[in-house]
């Protein structure tokens, strides 16, 4: 166990010296808080127009958090370039003839992208809230309502298991571009389509993110019969997460690098 | 100390190595030498332990590689040049290899003086070329001061400069005692580095020994003569002479003989003897890029074949062999201005010793000289031979070990 501190470092420095990194984390941020303003706007010009139903039950948390459907996929990026850039570049095999311990190498690389994730996650969400909510004026939230905090915080884990659910998914298929191909089109388009049409909302409830973004709702909608909470739609998400992490670390150990 | 025992390596029905043994010792340089995919890089990898093996084992110093402890201390491998992030400077990169290993950052800078990148350190290895992709690569490699040292194919790309430093880096390495393991699919490379090989050929091992011992296995010593060229008689005499004497005579394109299992002295004697003048009686011994290629000519995968250029014949006039192509290399023999009527093609296996050419057409003066006649400007000849292309063009012997011999 002599080696977790030094691929900790390792891996540490592999972040950070790529400009991926950067690029694909800041577009997360701004999007993440950017479409989120954009959106509250347009929420609290229309508001009057809504239905006292709709306007009892109005989530100003969640609606600060609509931009996460976006910036999400800048976090799965990520996810799949930390791990699948290994892969491209060749240097997986340079890095485990340097660390034979695959679980080591594997779970050590997670840990930091996902430590990093994290942080720049929760900064996320609460400038998406704190932003949002300024934006929303008279309608807005406090930080101090009855699950609130849950929320924001809660929206910061989101982000950090969409990115290790893709770091996962990317250690499977070891491949950017399949990676890619496989979680964008779920996560955009294939999610909210399962969600959305009636006889397949209970399959897709479910689902990771659609799961997992329970935990940002803090006022439930009308009619809503999901079967899970905000925690337990989180630990579905970890769910999957796990699975596809278990897949990841046995196709790491089994295959050729 | 290297050891592979009974390495064997399948990727479905494909097999890549198969039943491979041997020891790869400290204190020399060894090569490992075989065709473009015998096995070499699955070989290294599964010492690696990169792949596992599908039976047998590689051991590193007794233990396979993944029960080392810090192995990168212990082993230093250069596997592939380009198996660098693109985005990442070289100090980067290297740096992020010794943190994997504990190895100070100093030791970084170190090293990169040692390849000669400090002036590029900086630099994303995106725009490095190949050759500085081997440097870097070379330079992970010794990160850690290992003693064990593996090499894939580290000239490639080198200029003659970075060819020569590897080459003394690698003996610089085993002098120090360490083993080092290079392979490469470049004979006369491992000619000059090497003093042990071990040779593969579709996976198998075809040979195990010193360079000294592969190159007198593999091919045996021999001597040249040549008797006077315009005196046909003379040779054939001396060939009778020395075939009497026990020795194997065969004839060389270029007319002089190639003598086998006759020591020198003893040919010169018994030519003497038969009163035959010699103008030349040479010791010649094959060399190692010939040894190699007989042994692994039956073991190549990738041959290539005569490019008929079907169909794109029809160049236009004077494209081609100046001064026309069915005339070019044995000119002298003939009378000049006589293109395409008939004369033997001058490729076929002929002897223009034999004509009564003046000694100055020694060989290597093919183009004669247009003051000879030789019209530059001669019809083109494509247009009187139709085929004479097919036939002409030198044509890419898959073993050219039977041209030399």
């Known amino acids: ?257 | 100390m290297i050891e592979a025992v009974g390495l064997t390596k399948r990727y479905g029905a494909k097999t890549a190595v198969h039943n491979l043994s041997f020891q790869v010792r400290p204190g020399t340089v060894t090569g490992f030498l075989g065709p473009n995919g015998s096995g070499k890089s699955t070989t290294m990898r599964m010492i690696l332990g990169l792949d596992a093996p599908t039976s047998g084992r590689a051991t590193i110093g007794g233990r396979p590689f993944r029960q080392l402890p810090n192995a990168p201390r212990q082993v230093g491998a250069l596997l592939d040049a380009k198996a660098v992030h693109g985005g990442r400077s070289a100090r980067q990169h290297l740096l992020c290899l010794a943190q994997l290993s504990g190895i100070p950052a100093r030791r970084v800078d170190e090293v990169l003086g040692v390849v000669g990148l400090q002036d590029v350190a900086k630099r994303r290895s995106k725009g490095f070329s190949l050759g500085m992709g081997q440097r870097l690569g070379i330079a992970a490699a010794l990160l850690g001061d290992p003693q064990v040292l593996l090499f894939d194919e580290p000239v490639n790309g080198l200029d003659p400069e970075g060819i020569l430093w590897v080459r003394n880096l690698m003996k610089q390495l085993a002098a120090e005692g360490r083993t080092v393991f290079v392979s490469s699919h470049l004979m006369s490379e491992m000619a000059l580095t090497a003093e042990h090989l071990i040779v593969i050929g579709r996976g198998q091992l075809l040979a195990d020994m010193s360079v000294k011992d592969f190159i007198s296995a593999n091919s045996a010593d021999f001597a040249r003569v040549r008797t006077p060229d315009g005196e046909p008689e003379q040779r054939e005499k001396l060939t009778s002479t020395l075939g009497e004497a026990g020795g194997q005579v065969v004839a060389e394109k270029d007319g002089a003989l190639r003598v086998t299992g006759l020591p020198l002295p003893r040919i010169s004697d018994l030519a003497h003897e038969a009163d035959v003048r010699l103008w030349e009686l040479s010791p010649h011994q094959a060399s190692l890029e010939e040894a190699y290629m007989q042994l692994t000519q039956g073991a190549v995968d990738y041959r290539s074949t005569i490019d008929q250029r079907a169909g794109l014949q029809e160049a236009p006039a004077g494209y081609g062999m100046p001064g026309g192509a069915p005339q070019g290399y044995a000119g002298q023999g003939y009378p000049p201005g006589m293109p395409g009527q008939g004369q033997p093609n001058p490729y076929a296996p002929q002897d223009p010793y034999a004509q009564q050419a003046p000694p100055a057409a020694a060989p290597g003066q093919g183009y004669p000289p247009p003051a000879q006649g030789q019209p530059y400007g001669a019809p083109h000849p494509y247009g009187q031979q139709p085929q004479a292309p097919a036939q002409t063009a030198p044509a890419p012997q898959p073993a050219p070990i039977e041209d030399a011999r």
């Open chain 1, 1 to 257: 166990m002599a080696e977790v501190p030094r691929v900790l470092r390792s891996e540490w420095t592999k972040i950070k010296s790529v400009r991926s990194t950067m690029w694909t984390l800041g577009t997360a941020v701004l999007v993440t808080i950017a479409l989120g303003m954009l959106i509250c706007t347009l929420v609290r010009v229309d508001f009057g127009s809504k239905s006292i139903n709709q306007q009892i039950t109005f989530d100003p948390t969640n609606v600060s958090f609509t931009g996460m459907t976006l910036g999400q996929l800048a976090m799965i990026v990520f996810g799949v370039l930390v791990v699948a850039n290994e892969y491209s570049s060749g240097m997986i095999r340079t890095s485990l003839a340097a660390v034979p311990q695959r679980a080591t190498f594997l779970f050590c690389k997670l840990l930091v992208a996902t430590a990093l994730v994290l942080v720049v996650g929760l900064v996320t969400s609460f400038a998406a809230f704190f932003a949002g909510q300024a934006v929303l004026g008279e309608h807005r939230a406090y930080l101090s309502d009855p699950g609130v905090l849950r929320a924001v915080i809660g929206g910061g884990l989101y982000m950090t298991l969409i990115a290790l659910f893709s770091m996962a998914v990317a250690s499977m298929l070891r491949s950017a571009m399949l990676s890619l191909g496989v979680l964008m089109p779920f996560f955009f388009l294939i999610s909210s389509i399962l969600g959305n049409v009636s006889a397949t909302r209970k399959l897709g409830r479910y689902l990771p993110d659609q799961a997992g973004q329970k935990i940002m709702q803090v006022i439930a909608p009308v009619n809503d019969p999901v079967p899970y909470g905000p925690w337990g739609g989180l630990a579905i998400m970890m769910g999957w997460t796990a699975v596809a992490l278990a897949g990841g670390f046995l196709v790491l150990k089994k295959r050729d690098a």
